[in-house]
């Protein structure tokens, strides 16, 4: 592996006896001057070559606000502003990053065999919409047994409420979460308690509101090239791959996060001779060997290059996938639904959920009907049983629908149930939703605090994506999904906290932390060494399948379940008896080692090594 090439730094720097320094990548610009609001000044700022700008004063003082005019006189904030003094449209401010005294100075992490991963919405999941609010929740994240929570993205946004992926200042944590140091006394406490952070990034666009870059670096798009949310980002121009490369660094050593998941990779239009994503990993993997770094990609087509290992059996590049395979085919067996993307997945799903828990991906270069045939995916079974986040419910899949329905409104109890035992106990890295581990069944709806022509238009444009779908196609329908933009659509994505003491809610919050204990047991050692691929799999009838997997001590995990109402008898081979981990009924092993498998069950076991045959 190469050295890292030395970058360009984006944002302002803290230097000894009061100095700071302050750059801008302008290369449209003539001159640049530094602003400083509080003490009336405006200080013309250098050029330095390639189209940079800077200064070192000690004219800005931490806690001071600073902004950058312009030629023309156009005012416009740090696009690496560390905070803000206001919204995204004025000063920045200067911030110490090491004001904070870490009391976890030496944490290095966790492995990522470890990880049960659970998905916050700071703003929706307490009543303080804060990252103190979250911080008050960690005992009982670990009490449950989550070791890893993950932040959905907190770059400072347009407005006060959003879910965070139309960031447009990214070093920024977003001013109505908290302060930096509050979202580090966040990750410092969720070490004290063992747990893991993540944050979600997004480097495939900037928001629609607040983003000033284009106005003096045009280059860092390419106008040519369209995204679904615009102009492309030139990934190939150094100033560019710096920022984000930076970014990511940024997070990961200045807060000491545990690693990072990268927002809808797919959508990275990168036409670079190194691809930004291979560059960015490798830094951080060359700059951080000494720590547990986990960088999990979302990408829609399947691929498995990002993904490799190397003789260690440690990522070279990243660790993890999101699979929405997993998602969507558990989806369609737990709702029936086949409309939109889940049409790829109607034809014998419990055929391809086994192979999702058995390979990975169930899309490994078929024909996608839902994409008009075009192939999609790549063969994954070679991959480790790690590389694949699974999940039921997250961020995407509940609130993309039009009314934020959960999967427990959605499906019945039992099967969610069977699911979750499934998911929790399977060998890939299991992701809850906040709330999801009581059943909540609050919806968590899109919002956004736009208003005006903006306002409008995302209003509008998120009813007329639901326009293909068969219940939307009457106008009338579509005028009932919620307005991103009103407060009432994000009071009513808040979890209510209440719910999870009511007696059907807490008994499926004791099945969770069953769950998770028996996971963490049983399962997760014998994950380290585990490879990928599977010993066998088959079907059960029309609506149930078993998977054996060979774990890292060679003892067989194997999951047998059952979604008909009818019971499958299995007469050609007995089924390996092995220890019982779990059964969703009394008695269900019993009648499954003897080839009946009951209607709407999973039995889960651990087979001694040298056991052959399922």
């Not at 045009?218 to 369209?226: I, N, Q």
């Not at 149930?417 to 059943?439: C, H, K």
């Not at 490879?531 to 060679?554: I, K, N, Q, T």
Request: include cysteine; proline fraction near 6%; hydrophobic fraction near 40%.
């Amino acid at each position: 592996m190469n050295a890292p090439r030395e970058m360009a730094r984006w944002g302002p720097s803290l230097l000894p006896d009061g100095l700071a320094q302050f750059r801008l990548w302008a290369p449209a610009q003539k001159s640049v001057s530094l602003l400083v609001p509080e003490h009336g000044l405006a200080l013309a700022m250098a050029a330095s070559g390639d189209g940079w700008f800077e200064i070192l004063t000690d004219a800005v003082r931490v806690g001071d606000g600073y902004a950058f005019r312009l030629a023309d006189g156009y005012e416009v904030p740090d696009p690496a502003s560390r905070a803000q003094t206001g919204d995204v449209h004025g000063p920045s401010r200067l911030v110490d990053p090491h004001s904070y005294q870490w009391r976890v100075p030496e944490w290095r992490g966790r492995p990522w065999e470890e990880a049960i991963i659970y998905e916050v919405h700071t703003g929706t999941f307490t009543a303080e919409g804060t990252f103190r609010g979250v911080l008050e929740r960690l005992d009982y994240l670990a009490d449950i047994g989550i070791t890893a929570l993950e932040l959905m993205p907190v770059a400072q946004f347009s407005g006060r409420r959003g879910w965070g992926y139309d960031g447009v200042l990214l070093y920024a944590p977003h001013n109505a979460y908290g302060s930096p140091d509050d979202l580090r006394r966040l990750i410092d406490a969720a070490h004290e308690h063992g747990l893991m952070v993540l944050l979600d990034v997004v480097y495939n666009h900037f928001g629609p509101d607040g983003n000033h870059i284009g106005r003096y670096a045009p280059y860092f798009f390419h106008p040519e090239r369209h995204t679904p949310w615009g102009a492309a980002i030139a990934y190939e121009r150094a100033p560019v791959r710096d920022f984000f490369i930076g970014n990511a660094l940024y997070w990961l050593e200045e807060f000491r996060l545990d690693g990072l998941r990268f927002d809808a990779v797919d959508q990275i239009d990168d036409q670079s001779p190194e691809p930004i994503l291979e560059e960015l990993a490798a830094t951080v993997r060359q700059r951080l060997p000494h720590r547990e770094v986990h960088l999990v990609t979302e990408d829609d087509r399947n691929l498995v290059r990002l993904h490799a290992r190397g003789e260690d059996g440690r990522p070279k590049l990243f660790t993890a996938e999101w699979n929405d395979d997993f998602h969507h085919v558990a989806h369609v067996i737990a709702t029936g639904e086949g409309d939109g993307y889940y049409q790829d997945y109607v034809h014998d799903p419990a055929s391809l959920m086994a192979r999702a828990l058995g390979e990975g991906f169930i899309a490994q270069g078929e024909a996608s009907h839902y994409r008009d045939g075009a192939l999609r995916g790549e063969a994954s079974a070679g991959l480790p049983l790690v590389a694949f986040v699974n999940f039921l419910q997250n961020h995407d899949q509940i609130g993309n629908r039009a009314f934020g329905e959960r999967l427990t409104e959605l499906a019945p109890a039992n099967v969610v149930e069977l699911m979750t035992a499934i998911l929790l106990v399977g060998p890939q890295i299991p992701l809850l939703f906040m709330g999801e581990e009581w059943g909540s069944r609050r919806s968590f709806c899109y919002f956004t605090d736009y208003f005006g022509e903006l306002g409008a238009a995302v209003r509008e444009g998120r009813r007329h994506e639901f326009k293909k779908w068969p219940q939307f196609r009457d106008p009338a329908n579509r005028d009932r999904i919620p307005d991103p933009n009103a407060l009432s659509t994000m009071d009513a994505s808040r979890l209510d906290w209440s719910e999870a003491h009511a007696p059907d809610r807490a008994q499926r919050l004791a099945l969770v932390k069953r769950l998770l204990k028996l996971r963490s047991a049983e399962i997760v050692p014998r994950l380290a060494q585990a490879r990928g691929g599977v010993s066998e799999r088959r079907a059960l009838g029309s609506r149930g399948f078993a998977v054996r997997w060979r774990l890292g001590d060679e003892s067989c995990l194997v999951i047998i379940a059952n979604f008909s109402q009818d019971v499958v008898l299995v007469s050609d081979e007995p089924f390996v008896a092995g220890r019982v981990l779990y059964e969703s009924g009394e008695g269900f092993a019993e009648r499954v080692a003897a080839g009946e498998i009951p209607p709407m069950s999973v039995v889960i076991t651990l087979c001694q090594p040298g056991t052959e045959g399922l």
